[in-house]
Structures are given as C-alpha cells and as structure tokens.
C-alpha cells in the first residue's frame, strides 16, 4: 500500500511533443505528490509538486493532472526540448511519515 | 549560495574497509536523509535524522551507521558489513521535521568497490 506505481518506465519524443508520465497510489492518506527530475551523474532536482485538493498545477512547460478518485496524477511536459532529457521520479506523503518514490522515468527528446 | 554538498564525488572502497560520505546543509533544515539508488531503480531510504543526535533507520540500513551531532552534517559510513555497496548514494534535507517539508537532494557520491 505504500508503493508508488510510475510508467512507462522509458520514452521517447520528438522535439516539441508532449510526453505524459502515470503515478497510481494505493494510500489514500498521501498529502503531497512531487516531481523530480534528474540527470545524469546529478541529485533529483524538485520540478513541480501539487497536494489532491487540487486537480492540475502548472508551472511554465510542465504541468501535473491529479485524479483523486482514481489516485493517479500525472506529469505532462508542453513543448518538450532536448535539455527535458532525464530521469523523471514521481513521489509521495503521507504527512509524518517518509516520502515514497516512483522508480522512475528515463525520457529521451530527440532533436 | 545555499545548498546541500556531498563528498566525495567518487568514492573507491577496498574490500574490507569502512568509508564516510560527508553530507552538508546550510539551508538551516532540521530533517536529513540518507539514499542509495542504484541503476534504473528509484531511491531507497537508508538512514534520517529528524533533530541533532537523533536517527533512524530506513528501509536498508544494514550495513550502514550514521551520526548526527551537528544540525548541518549527517555523515554516512558504509561499513564492511555491506557486501554490495556499489551505488549512488544522495542526501536530502527537508525544512520540518518528517513529513512536513519538501525534500531537497544533494549531488550525490558514487561508490565503487576495488
């Protein structure tokens, strides 16, 4: 129940697509859902997170859908670049406890 | 410039041989943490601190030790008790304690065994 499901567990786009990336959740109790993006040889860097009071948050190109009944929510990257090349983690919290991360999204942006 | 800073950025352990990875924050948060993640696998918590001289274990801390004893250092000791310590290991702080803060991640140290 404390395991956050992610995919695809890679993909492929071309310059200017839309790649979308799922998380589905089990506890009902998780409060808080971030995004983090990482590359290569670095530490996951916060992208975007949103709480399920909320149904989509956006910030400049990247956008989370969260779907409450359903507990999933979702990563949508507008006009994708080479530089969004990275591994994409999903996340989440239930409040006093630790944090619960997807195992992760590799993206390829071709140019 | 605030941040969290980790080193070594490489690490090589001999068989048999206890090492440390330094950890530093000067974002003034009261929670640190401790994971390991190995290829095209998500993070795994080892160790957290949620307040100087206090710690946890995570979900794999066999064959790791951690202290606490001041509030911007958490060091790691990956001992020889761990058989495969091959990894890249990131710490993260958060401002609250567990749970009530968004983590930031450090740069990370990758461990290699001779």
């Known amino acids: 129940q404390q395991q956050v499901k992610q995919s695809p567990q890679s993909l492929i786009v071309q310059k200017g697509g839309i790649p979308i990336i799922n998380c589905a959740y089990e506890?009902?109790?998780?409060?808080?859902f971030p995004w983090y993006q990482q590359f290569p040889g670095k530490g996951p860097a916060l992208l975007i997170a949103?709480?399920?009071?909320?149904s989509e948050k956006k910030e400049g190109r990247f956008t989370i859908s969260f779907n409450k009944s359903a507990k999933q929510f979702s990563l949508h990257i507008m006009d994708s670049q080479p530089g969004d090349s990275a591994t994409y983690f999903c996340a989440a919290r239930e409040r006093g406890q630790n944090f619960v991360f997807g195992p992760g999204t590799r993206l390829s942006v071709l140019p | 410039d605030g941040g969290i800073t980790q080193s070594p950025k490489y690490l090589f352990r001999k068989e048999g041989q206890n090492v440390t990875l330094s950890c530093e924050q000067n974002?003034?948060?009261?929670?640190m943490y401790w994971y390991r993640q190995d290829p095209g696998q998500g993070l795994r918590l080892i160790y957290y601190?949620?307040?100087?001289?206090?710690?946890q274990k995570g979900d794999i801390a066999e064959g790791y030790s951690v202290s606490r004893e001041k509030k911007e250092s958490f060091p790691l000791t990956v001992t020889s008790a761990q058989k495969n310590p091959t990894a890249f290991y990131l710490c993260a702080s958060s401002i609250g304690r567990q749970g009530s803060g968004t983590q930031y991640f450090g740069p990370g140290t990758r461990l290699l065994v001779l």
């Open positions: 974002l003034n948060h009261d929670a």
């Open positions: 601190s949620q307040i100087v001289n206090d710690f």
């Open positions: 506890n009902t109790a998780f409060d808080y």
């Open positions: 949103i709480r399920p009071d909320v």
